[in-house]
């Protein structure tokens, strides 16, 4: 953080709150009436990289379950606007569909504030969590469930192993929802097209750009077949077509991202006379260490595990496995002869060396003794620096909380909640904490009220610790007693979260692409066989995941369309990263033919999210919201290609 930075957060954590009416005002001129908006404080911390108020502003809109149907059940969609850095910003934002579905965003405020700064010079940046996900379902928590089956759940969770109960907590969780009148067969893509729409026009955006990944990239071509009016330009990374039954195909980007990784050694006349074939020697060397592994480092190197290991590049914020390429055909190389040198200091994290600035200094050529101690101080004052930054941020984050903290002081309702933990945690019998928790999560859908929470205590506790409980409800005031059964659903949504697994991804899924045997489990199966891989790492792929038993607790509801390839003019930047292994690099130039206006990049080097692995796809990404007509200048792509390692420690760069 620069001193101005800092003396911003203080300005603005030591003033005044933001005035709310005015930041309602500042939404309302050309809001659209029909979805109300209500702002809230956004998620903790937000400090130091945010002002709450003033950068950031959170809230909720209002949208209908059924947008066929405006009286239907009301939605509240959690959003979040990261203001424009600039004073004269242009009026088109730069709205973020999520991935997943399922996983939510708005709760990671520090996550969005970093991945979008490049783009916050000129324009706001929106996000929301999409209908039936995180902050936007509060209501759809299926604590009753959790309540009746809490016994097994805890159970599992201190390792048992029991394999039918998430789809027990899936089927009961189905019908619970139904029971709360919930329109299910509404939270699908097509109605969170409409919800985009929806929340731009009530934020008072008439046009805007979208940036999707992963799952959002489905969304954002729905929006563009279903809702595109004031759309100005799309960029879709990391795309998962809805002509693709991913859930079959799950190991064909995995596949891809194998292949990507030899392609340019194959093609390289001196690399591939350094090793011949290296592809399907790839592939053999899974088949002869899943049947013979070698032990490296104390650990089992298996085939599942060197497939794991290539995987594992798709993990943007692991710095460890970038430049992994460079050794790939060297490591093959070397495993089929059962040297494991290689392999040893990969797992030790020494190759890809790491970036060490002690380094750099120490391989510098032709420094002076003077130069070198320059360079020294240079890396000291910029360690002093690092270390300064990090303090005020931390100091900044604990202003941030106490001045939360001194707005809004310790409530009876915070302690009578402390008070009743200890109680909890001092039942001495497990069978007497089960029931506890069972009647405790089933108070998320109660009508707060200090008569539910006597029913609790004297179900549970006697003698002082009864007394002493009745005695704190007997002075809660009605707001503290909402603030109870407020902190009741906050200290159960972590369970929820845990226990209701990938729910949120099955209520998308399996209602509209399982519809008609797009997929299945006989499609997955025979996916795996034409992979191309040995009979042992097939047999180990072949291992049929839950999701299909899981999905057959729901009722299929196919739409008109919405597996067809999506065909639109409005202008789409696509990117694909060579070794993504959630969505294949295919699968963009794939989704481009069908639109007339796009343009495409492959990253080398690059997994799920290209925006988010290097300066490359920013720029060009920046660029394009800037002109969406122009043709865009790529020539940074090329400069990603890495070299390899060749037999005699030299390393030959290849053409992209």
């Known amino acids: 953080m620069n001193p101005e930075q800092v003396l911003a957060l203080l300005s603005a954590l030591l003033g005044e709150p933001a005035d709310t009416t005015e930041l309602e005002a500042r939404f309302a001129n050309g809001g659209d009436p029909r979805y109300p908006i209500e702002i809230v404080s956004c998620t903790r911390p937000v400090a130091p990289d945010e002002i709450d108020g003033q950068t950031v502003i959170c809230g909720t809109v209002a949208v209908p379950e059924d947008h066929a149907d405006p ?17 004269a910003p242009v009026t088109d934002p730069v709205v973020y569909l999520h991935g997943g579905p399922g996983g939510g965003t708005v709760q990671s405020v520090r996550a969005l504030s970093f991945f979008f700064d490049h783009l916050r010079g000129r324009r706001d940046i929106v996000a929301f969590d999409q209908r039936g996900v995180d902050a936007s379902a509060p209501d759809m928590d299926c604590f009753g469930t959790l309540a009746e089956n809490i016994e097994p759940i805890v159970d599992q969770l201190g390792g048992a192993h029991l394999p039918e109960l998430e789809q027990t907590i899936v089927r009961e969780c189905i019908a619970e929802l139904d029971g709360r009148g919930f329109d299910l067969p509404q939270f699908n893509t097509t109605q969170n097209a409409l919800d985009v729409q929806a929340v731009m026009s009530a934020l008072g955006y008439s046009e805007y750009n979208i940036y999707g ?8 071509l729905e929006v563009m077949r279903s809702a595109p009016d004031g759309v100005r330009s799309v960029v879709l990374d990391s795309v998962a077509p809805p002509q693709i039954p991913l859930y079959d195909t799950l190991f064909v980007p995995h596949t891809e991202a194998i292949r990507n990784t030899f392609a340019p050694c194959e093609v390289d006349p001196t690399c591939a006379e350094a090793y011949p074939n290296i592809t399907q020697r790839f592939f053999d060397l899974l088949e002869q260490l899943e049947a013979s592994p070698l ?28 430049g992994f390429t460079t050794y790939a055909p060297a490591l093959v190389s ?30 510098a050529v032709g420094l002076s003794p003077e130069e070198q101690v320059l360079a020294q101080a240079a890396l000291n004052a910029m360690s002093q620096m690092t ?11 604990q202003l941030e909380a106490d001045r939360d903290l001194d707005a809004g002081p310790l409530s009876l309702g915070e302690y009578f909640d402390d008070e009743l933990e200890h109680a909890f945690v001092a039942l001495p019998e497990r069978e007497d904490r ?18 539910a929470l006597l029913d609790l205590v004297r179900s549970h506790f006697d003698g002082p610790t009864a007394a002493r409980l009745e005695s704190l409800i007997a002075v809660l005031n009605p707001e503290e007693v909402e603030r109870v059964f407020g902190l009741i659903a906050m200290d159960n949504a972590g369970l929820a979260t845990v226990m209701e697994g990938e729910f949120e991804l099955y209520l998308y899924a399996c209602q509209e692409d399982f519809a008609d045997g797009f997929n299945s489990a006989a499609g997955f199966g025979e996916t795996v066989v034409n992979l191309g891989y040995g009979p042992l790492m097939t047999a180990a792929l072949a291992n049929v995941p839950s999701l299909y038993s899981d999905c057959a607790e729901f009722n299929p509801v196919p739409r008109d369309n919405y597996l067809e390839p999506v065909s639109s003019d409005i202008p789409v930047l696509v990117f694909s990263g060579e070794i993504d292994t959630q969505t294949a690099a295919s699968w963009g130039e794939l989704t481009a033919e069908t639109l007339s206006n796009s343009q495409s990049f492959l990253f080398p080097e690059t997994g799920h999210g290209a925006l988010l692995f290097g300066q490359c796809a920013r720029d060009i990404g920046e660029a394009f919201l800037e002109t969406p007509s122009a043709a865009i200048d790529g020539a940074c792509v090329a400069d990603l290609r890495l070299p390899y390692l060749m037999p005699d420690g030299s390393f030959l760069a290849v053409e992209d």
């Open 213 to 220: 990944v992963s799952y959002g990239t489905k969304l954002a």
């Open 434 to 451: 089960v029931a506890f928790a069972r009647d405790y999560l089933n108070l998320r859908f109660v009508a707060p009220s200090a008569g």
């Open 295 to 322: 032990h490296v480092s104390g650990l089992e190197l298996d085939g599942e595990t060197l497939f794991a290991v290539f995987a594992a590049r798709n993990n943007w914020s692991d710095p460890d496995i970038r």
């Open 334 to 363: 070397a495993l089929e002869d059962g040297n494991v040198d290689l392999m040893t200091q990969i797992f030790d994290g020494q190759i890809p060396p790491p970036s060490n600035p002690e380094a750099l200094i120490a391989g």
């Open 387 to 397: 270390i300064a930054s990090d303090t005020a941020s931390s100091v900044l984050e």
């Open 71 to 87: 009286e239907s059940r009301v939605l509240n969609l959690s959003f979040i606007v990261f203001r424009a850095r600039s004073l």
